[in-house]
Nanobody, 125 residues
């Protein structure tokens, strides 16, 4: 599975951005997709996740009520709508896909844990 993010950029505090993540390859193996971020000098943290079929979502407390995660399975694309952005939201945002796939070479199931290259979001005060 390959993941490509887009939609990052520079925005003023209080503004909005929408990130997109498009998956290709063995997308049928994906169960859960999510957004993570790494702010300067900090460790990577979970932002939000969404399951493939039920659309169950989970958010970090810091973004609840401001960010919305969604996905369009027909387009193999996940989105993160970010509203009321704050300077502390500045980070590189990464797309992640988790699931299970069958490895023919190993004749066994393997865990899928794919990452995108990241997209930079900068929120100015």
């Amino acid at each position: 599975v390959q993941l490509v993010e887009s939609g990052g950029g520079l925005v003023q505090a209080g503004g909005s951005l929408r990130l997109s993540c498009t998956a290709s390859g063995s997308t049928f193996s994906i169960n859960t997709m999510g957004w993570y971020r790494r702010a300067p000098g900090k460790q990577r943290e979970l932002v939000a996740t969404i399951t493939s079929r039920g659309g169950s979502t989970n958010y970090a407390d810091s973004v609840k009520g401001r960010f919305t995660i969604s996905r369009d399975n027909a387009k193999n694309t996940m989105y993160l709508q970010m509203n009321s952005l704050k300077p502390e939201d500045t980070a590189v945002y990464y797309c992640n896909a988790k699931g299970v796939y069958y490895s023919a070479s190993e004749a066994n199931l393997r865990a899928l844990d794919a990452w995108g290259q990241g997209t930079l979001v900068t929120v100015s005060s």
